[in-house]
Structures are given as structure tokens and as C-alpha cells.
């Protein structure tokens, strides 16, 4: 916490005796300084406590200056942009003989909000095959274990991307991108999964059977305003 930081946005009453501390805290409150998100918001509306309204200004450290808008918190400067970008490359292939889905490892990334209004668009990439030209590899793209990118009329074929690769010893591209809305602010983890259609193995990360031919799998979050 830094030295102007506070806990607290004090109210006077009537014929009230100010302190020396009441006038150091009512000094600092033109803008109010805040360690983080949950102290401000504990800040506004207890007893002695400024009410929240339309129009608070406020410091957030590590976030900068914010606003009140009479619904939530807008971080001046950040408005139809880019707040934060985080992302995750996977330089080692990934196999699984599994008939449902499961995670890829490594092929996983977590951001947490600024703002829960904000949206998350999310871009992931890679290169996928299968043993068997008869077989099939299906990926799916989740938020922790909710599916933000599947197809709602397949039954349980639902996936973000499916396809059966040529061959053994050719692989497909993929790309999957979505703009999903978490509503929230705590950290939240987006991640591939993949599951075979068949008996074959399914490889992420590999353009061929052949381990020697592996290729890159990336996922990347940005966290925009709407």
C-alpha cells in the first residue's frame, strides 16, 4: 500500500470536532487514492462514508484514474482500446487418445479484468493431426469449464473446430477467436481442449506423426473495452 493510500472517504456533521487526523484524511479526499479495487469499492457508503454516486473520482494504484458513471468504474484512458494483452506459447506437441475432451497442456492463459463490463477477445492457433486419414481431431475453447466457442446442433459432436487431417503424415491449421464477456474481475483462465473421433492418436502441435516435425501452438487473450 502506498503512502496515499486510503481506506476511508470521510463525512463531517454539524458542530463535529476536526482532529489533526480528520483534516489529513479530508486533505487527501479531492481524489481519493485506493491500494486496490476492493478497497475502493469498501470505501463509499458506510457509516461517516461518502455515498457512491455519478461523478467520484478516484486513484486506483496500478490501474490509474477512474471514474464512476453511475453504473461501474471506468479507468480514464482506456476507453475503445486495449487494456491488457497476456498470452501463452507451446513449443512441444501434446497427444491424447481421448474420445472426450480433455486440456492441452500449456496451451492455457489467465488475465484478470480491470473492469467487469470489459470483454476478453481471445485468439488461439496452432497445427493438429491425426494417426489415421480416417479419424478425426476436434478442439474445443473454454473459459475455466464453460465453452465459449461451440456449436450448439451437433449433439455431442459440438466443437470449436473439427476436421479430418489427410493423413499421417499431414496435419491441418487452425485458428479459433472469439470475443467472450466473463463479467467479472477475478482471474480467469481460457484454454484448449481436444478429443480424437476414432481410434487413431490426435496430436496438437505437430504437422506429422513423425515427433521430429513439431510446430507451434499459441493462445492469446486481450482484454478490450465495448
Do not use: H
Not at 487526523?21 to 481519493?32: D, F, K, L, Q, R
Not at 473520482?57 to 486495449?82: A, F, H, K, P
Amino acid at each position: 500500500m502506498g503512502a496515499n493510500a486510503q481506506t476511508s472517504v470521510p463525512t463531517f456533521t454539524a458542530g463535529e470536532v476536526l482532529t489533526a487526523a480528520n483534516m489529513n484524511i479530508s486533505a487527501g479526499t479531492g481524489v481519493p487514492v485506493f491500494a486496490t479495487t476492493v478497497t475502493r469499492d469498501a470505501a463509499f457508503g458506510g457509516t461517516g462514508e461518502k455515498t457512491l454516486a455519478e461523478g467520484q473520482v478516484c486513484y486506483v494504484e496500478g490501474t490509474g484514474l477512474q471514474t464512476y458513471n453511475g453504473t461501474s468504474w471506468i479507468t480514464w484512458g482506456t476507453r475503445n482500446g486495449v487494456i491488457q494483452v497476456k498470452s501463452a506459447l507451446k513449443t512441444t506437441p501434446f497427444t491424447t487418445t481421448s474420445s472426450t475432451f480433455v486440456d492441452v497442456t500449456d496451451v492455457s492463459v489467465s488475465i484478470t479484468p480491470t473492469n467487469a463490463s470489459n470483454q476478453i477477445f481471445v485468439i488461439c492457433t496452432g497445427m493438429y493431426s491425426c494417426t489415421s486419414a480416417t479419424d478425426a481431431g476436434r478442439l474445443n475453447l473454454v473459459r475455466g469449464s464453460t465453452n465459449i466457442a461451440q456449436t450448439t446442433t451437433g449433439g455431442s459432436g459440438n466443437q470449436s473446430v473439427g476436421a479430418f487431417t489427410a493423413n499421417g503424415s499431414n496435419g491441418d491449421n487452425f485458428a479459433i477467436t472469439v470475443l467472450d464477456s466473463p463479467s467479472t474481475t477475478s482471474a480467469t483462465t481460457y484454454k484448449l481442449q481436444a478429443a480424437r473421433l476414432g481410434t487413431s492418436t490426435l496430436g496438437i502441435g505437430r504437422y506429422a506423426v513423425d515427433a521430429n516435425y513439431p510446430t507451434v501452438t499459441t493462445i492469446t487473450v486481450m482484454e478490450v473495452t465495448p
